[in-house]
């Protein structure tokens, strides 16, 4: 079992929703922060959101503002990325991370993991 592990992807229509979870192993959201990138084939990483439980800061990337929600479950040591509206583009293997967030952005990643599949088409 990895540090970090996600799962919820899966093939869906355009306009569609999933919902991404991440299990974390590697410490608690009420100490770390926790992020999500993605990974398309030719394509450079995009750092999408991130949450810091502790200084009470989420952030989302521009280009998913509106469309991506990140959150976190203190109970289960969760981070969820919420996916509405879904667009071809948005096709990539999302990751999530154990990373800096403030509410400029994404710091530097400490870990990851493997990543699920998120597959949009018609």
């Known amino acids: 079992q990895g540090l970090l592990v996600e799962s919820g992807g899966g093939l869906v229509q355009p306009g569609g929703s999933l919902r991404l979870a991440c299990v974390v192993s590697?410490?608690?959201?009420?100490?770390?922060?926790f992020g999500w990138f993605r990974q398309a084939p030719g394509k450079e990483r995009e750092g999408l959101s991130c949450?810091?439980?502790?200084?009470?800061?989420?952030y989302v990337a521009d280009s998913v503002k509106g469309r991506f929600t990140i959150s976190g479950d203190r109970d289960t040591n969760t981070v969820y990325l919420q996916l509405n509206n879904l667009k071809d583009e948005d096709t990539a293997v999302y990751h999530c991370?154990?990373?800096?967030?403030?509410?400029?952005?994404?710091?530097?990643?400490?870990?990851w993991g493997q990543g699920t599949q998120v597959t949009v088409s018609s």
């Open positions: 991370a154990a990373q800096d967030c403030t509410a400029q952005g994404l710091g530097v990643m400490d870990y």
């Open positions: 590697i410490g608690s959201l009420d100490v770390g922060d």
């Open positions: 949450i810091s439980t502790k200084n009470g800061i989420t």
